[in-house]
């Protein structure tokens, strides 16, 4: 039963909102949570129920809803300025955040573009090293290579690198020119391999295209180590160094979303720190305000930085801007998520409860209807098949992970799938007793959807 109010709301939003990655239809016709409050791990309903947030509010809460120290320094910040435009003035938030950022950054990445979320980071990024190679004189550079599975934003640069056919294909007609290469999905191997006996061929077939068509190829996209909206597909070990080398042998600029994976995710600070690489580019996003505020940015090394500056007159000038780009809020609010990964030891402390997981996680292998269970440091995802021998998906109709969500919902527990992959990328600071509790609700979930 739901109190007056929750009604009245719930009304209102059907009758209002759209909602983003859904069908209108079916959400009309639901029961759905409307949040009134956050308390570290919990979301709280209008009705004042309580739900652990185990997708961190879409991966980008680290240490908890509330935290005193974020919302402290927002608070301080509001009393100050609440924005001033980057255009030509700089402010003390961002300036502050753009060097702690250059010193905790992979070695060489020196320069900090700002936007307000990923997929104007990832925009920046591919026009970035368009206009790299076109100033310095390479101007037939207009492609770029991704890989399928990949999931980039959805600003129209980005949806051209995407390589998810469900999201992606049907506004083909509107984007760039990209080459796709296999995604380094051991469990469903495009080239049919497998893992051990493999020698990672997918990293050897992107590397004959990255040589077939590196004379206009301006740069190539990746997530590092996890292609988290493609499945939490987890990249083989070593698959990103060779990336790296691929990149560097052919003059590609290589660009490393770290939007999902940045700030800790897979238990280094970025997923680049995983195999010790440099990207040209990287993007970073959502966990960069502690998932506090839309707040993103765009690093990239002295080289590309330098070829952008001419005299006024050469119009080498990077002509893209945002309105809240270097926003002092979101600023604020990433200043102190950076010190509190300084202060309280996060990456260290992080290291058992991904051992945590790791055994939790263990329980669900053999079931029937698991086909693999993923993971990378604080990221896992479990995905669920019909038939676990030849790996048969369910039919999308029957919205399994939807109903696994909604299960775990009820038992208080938010989810969200990606198809019939279970996610679960929990805030840092979940305890192990949560986080034991999050995975008996996902399993009990799975069970009542398939018993
Ligand atoms: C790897 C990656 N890049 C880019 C984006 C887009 O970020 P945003 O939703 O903030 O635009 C996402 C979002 O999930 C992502 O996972």
Redesign the pocket.
Known sequence: MHNKRTVQLMNDDKEYIWHPFTQMKDYAAADNIIIERGEGVYLIDTDGNRYIDGVSS??TNLFGHNNAKITGAIKAQLDRIAHSTLLGLANVPATTLAKKLVEIAPKGLKRVFYSD????A?EISLKMSYLYHMHRGDTVRTKFIALRNS????TLG?VSVGGIELFHSLFKPLLADVVFAPSPYCYRCELSLEPDSCGMRCADALEELAKRHHGETAALII?PIVQ??GGIITAPDGYLRRVREICTKYGILMIA?E??VGFGRTGRMFGCDNEGVTPDIM?V??GLSGGYLPM?ATLTTDAVYDAFLGEYSEYKTLFHGHTFTGNQLGASAAVATLEIFKEERVLERLQPKIELLTSLLEGFKEHPCVGDVRQRGFIAAIELVRDKAAKERFAPADRIGHKVIQRAAGQGLIIRPLSDVIVIMPPYIITGGELTRMMEIISESINHVLR
């Open positions: 879409l991966w979320n990923g997929s104007t990832v999931y980039h934003g959805d980005a997530e988290g909206a979303d939007v999902a993007a996003a959502k993103a």
